[in-house]
C-alpha cells in the first residue's frame, strides 16, 4: 500500500496569516503517461463530510477560495491557506488515488493562534 | 444536485453482522464508482472498500477483507456495505462517497455518514 505522511499533525496560525500543510507519499503518485499526480485534499470539519477541496495536485474544485492552493509533484504535496480565515478551522487530510487501494495521510489540524 | 444517504447503523456485538445502505440521487448512478470510507473515534479517515459502475469489480482495504462485502443494486440506485464478523476496532463512522466519472479517483460528494458501533 501506498502510505501517506502529512506533518504537522498541528498547527495554530494567526487570522490572515499563510498555513501549509505538507504531504509526502511513500511512493510517487506520478503516472508519466499523463503527467499527472494521482493526489488529492480534503477538508474535514466537525460533524459534517469531508470536502474536496484539491483534486489532481492542484486542481481547485469548483467554489473552493482561492485562498486554497496545492503543489507539489512525485511524492511531496503541500496544501496552502493563503490568509487563514476563521471558517478553515478544520482537519486536512490528502489521499492517493494512484493505487486502487486508496489511501489518506493521517490528517492535519489547524487551528487559530 | 448529486445526494447520498447512508443508513443501516447502530449497535452490534462482536461477530456479529450489520448492512450499510447508501442511497444515491442527482446522478447517473451506474456511470460512476461509489465508495466506502470510515472514521474511527478520534481517527483520521480510511479508505474501506469501492465498487466500480458496472459492479464486476471490487476493491478492499486489508483491514476489512474477507469479512466485508460491498455490492450495488442499479434498479434502486443504491450501493451496500454488508459486514460480517465485526470487531471493536470496526467502530466508526461509515461514509459513502462517489468516485469521479469513468475512474476510481478522489471522493466527491460524501454522504452525511451512519455509525457502526461495536460493542458488548
Known amino acids: 500500500d501506498i502510505v501517506m505522511t502529512q506533518s504537522p499533525d498541528s498547527l495554530a496560525v494567526s487570522l490572515g496569516e499563510r498555513a501549509t500543510i505538507n504531504c509526502k507519499s511513500s511512493q510517487s503518485v506520478l503516472y508519466n503517461s499523463n503527467n499527472n499526480n494521482y493526489l488529492a485534499w480534503y477538508q474535514h470539519k466537525p460533524g459534517q463530510p469531508p470536502k474536496l477541496l484539491i483534486y489532481w495536485a492542484s486542481t481547485r474544485e469548483s467554489g473552493v477560495p482561492d485562498r486554497f492552493s496545492g503543489s507539489g509533484s512525485g511524492t511531496d504535496f503541500t496544501l496552502t491557506i493563503s490568509s487563514l480565515q476563521a471558517e478553515d478551522v478544520a482537519v486536512y487530510y490528502c489521499?492517493?488515488?494512484?493505487?486502487?487501494?486508496?489511501?489518506f495521510g493521517q490528517g492535519t489540524k489547524v487551528e487559530i493562534k | 444536485e448529486v445526494q447520498l444517504l447512508e443508513s443501516g447503523g447502530g449497535l452490534v456485538q462482536p461477530g456479529g453482522s450489520l448492512r450499510l445502505s447508501c442511497a444515491a440521487s442527482?446522478?447517473?448512478?451506474?456511470?460512476?464508482?461509489m465508495t466506502w470510507v470510515r472514521q474511527a473515534p478520534v481517527k483520521g479517515l480510511e479508505w474501506v472498500s469501492t465498487?466500480?459502475?458496472?459492479?464486476?469489480?471490487?476493491y478492499y482495504a486489508d483491514s476489512v477483507k474477507g469479512r466485508f462485502t460491498i455490492s450495488r443494486d442499479s434498479s434502486k440506485n443504491t450501493v451496500f456495505l454488508q459486514m460480517n464478523s465485526l470487531k471493536a476496532e470496526d467502530t466508526a463512522v461509515y461514509f459513502c462517497?462517489?468516485?469521479?466519472?469513468?475512474?476510481?479517483?478522489?471522493?466527491?460528494?460524501w454522504g452525511q455518514g451512519t455509525l457502526v458501533t461495536v460493542s458488548s
Open positions: 465498487i466500480s459502475g458496472s459492479g464486476t469489480s471490487t
Open positions: 462517497a462517489k468516485d469521479p466519472r469513468g475512474a476510481v479517483g478522489w471522493f466527491d460528494p
Open positions: 489521499q492517493q488515488y494512484y493505487s486502487s487501494l486508496r489511501t
Open positions: 442527482g446522478f447517473t448512478f451506474s456511470n460512476y464508482a
